[in-house]
C-alpha cells in the first residue's frame, strides 16, 4: 500500500487515473480517503489524475497516539504529498475538515492551488453549543469507547438517516484509537477562524452543500462563498453533511460542470 513520508510523517495514499490534470481529495473528521471513491471513479475515468489521502490520526495514516497538530500543518501534509508526487498544481477538493486544510493551502501556498471545491465546510470555528455536543461525546468515547447507540448518532449527523453505507463507517469509527480521538478533535475545537482572510484566495471554487446539514448550518456556507472572490455556490437538496458520498451523483454532476468550465 502506498505511503509517502512528508514531515514526519507516513502519509496514506492512493493515485489513480492518467496522466491528465490532478485532483486532491481531502477527507472530513472521522472519514478517510475512500468517502471519495465514487468522485475518483467519475473523474479518472475522464483522464484526471484522483490523488486521495488519509490525514493525520485517519484512516490508514493513523498511528494509534498522533501527536497534536493544526489544520496549516495538515495543508503542509498536502502541498508536500503532491510534491512528493511530481504535481505542481491541482485542484483541492476537501470535504469539512478536508476543507478546512485546503482554505488553509490556498492562503499559505496559493501557487499549488488551481481551484478549490469546498463540500460542507466553513472558514469560522464550531458554533459553541455544537462543540461542546461534540466534546461530550468525545469524553464518553474515550472513557468507555464508542457505544453502538453514539455510532447511530455520529452516523446520522454526517450521512443522514437510513443511508444503505452506514454500517462500514460505524465499524470504523468504533475501531478509532483513543490518542488518534483525540487529537483529531482537539485540532477542531482550537482552530483559528479564518473568515476575515480567505477573500486573499483568488483561486477559483465551488462551494457545494448539503441543505439537510445538521452539522454545519448552511448560512455558514453561504458566507463563505460571498467571502470568496471567485465562487460559485450549490446547494444539493435532501443531502446531508457528507453529500459527495450519500448524493453522488448530483455531486458529480455539479463537479464536472466547474472542473469543465476551468481555464487550462
Not at 486521495?52 to 504529498?81: I, K, M, N
Not at 478509532?176 to 482552530?191: E, I, K, N, S, V
Not at 455556490?233 to 476551468?262: D, R, S
Request: charged content about 15%.
Amino acid at each position: 500500500m502506498p505511503h509517502a513520508q512528508v514531515n514526519g510523517q507516513r502519509l496514506y495514499y492512493e493515485d489513480t487515473g492518467g496522466d491528465g490534470p490532478a485532483i486532491l481529495f481531502s477527507h472530513g473528521l472521522l472519514m478517510d480517503s475512500s468517502m471519495f471513491a465514487p468522485q475518483v471513479q467519475a473523474l479518472a475515468n475522464l483522464g484526471w489524475r484522483c490523488i486521495s489521502w488519509d490525514e493525520r490520526a485517519h484512516g490508514q495514516t493513523a498511528t494509534g497516539e498522533c501527536a497534536p497538530f493544526s489544520y496549516y500543518d495538515s495543508a503542509d501534509d498536502a502541498v508536500a504529498l503532491l510534491a512528493q508526487l511530481g504535481v505542481a498544481h491541482a485542484v483541492l477538493a476537501g470535504m469539512s475538515q478536508g476543507g478546512y486544510l485546503s482554505l488553509r493551502a490556498a492562503l499559505r501556498h496559493p501557487q499549488v492551488v488551481r481551484a478549490l471545491v469546498l463540500i460542507d465546510t466553513q472558514a469560522m470555528t464550531e458554533e459553541a453549543h455544537k462543540m461542546a455536543g461534540h466534546q461530550g461525546v468525545v469524553q464518553e468515547w474515550l472513557q468507555g469507547g464508542l457505544s453502538d447507540e453514539r455510532a447511530v448518532g455520529i452516523e446520522h449527523l454526517i450521512l443522514g438517516e437510513g443511508w444503505e453505507g452506514a454500517a462500514a463507517w460505524r465499524a470504523k469509527w468504533q475501531r478509532m484509537q483513543p490518542g488518534d480521538l483525540l487529537a483529531a478533535f482537539t485540532t477542531l475545537a482550537t482552530r483559528d477562524d479564518i473568515s476575515a482572510e480567505i477573500a486573499r484566495i483568488h483561486a477559483p471554487a465551488l462551494v457545494i452543500h448539503g441543505d439537510a446539514d445538521q452539522a454545519i448550518d448552511i448560512e455558514r456556507a453561504r458566507s463563505m462563498a460571498g467571502a470568496l472572490p471567485q465562487a460559485q455556490m450549490v446547494v444539493i437538496p435532501g443531502a446531508g453533511h457528507a453529500p459527495n458520498l450519500t448524493h453522488p451523483q448530483l455531486v458529480n454532476q455539479v463537479l464536472l460542470e466547474f472542473l469543465g468550465q476551468l481555464p487550462a
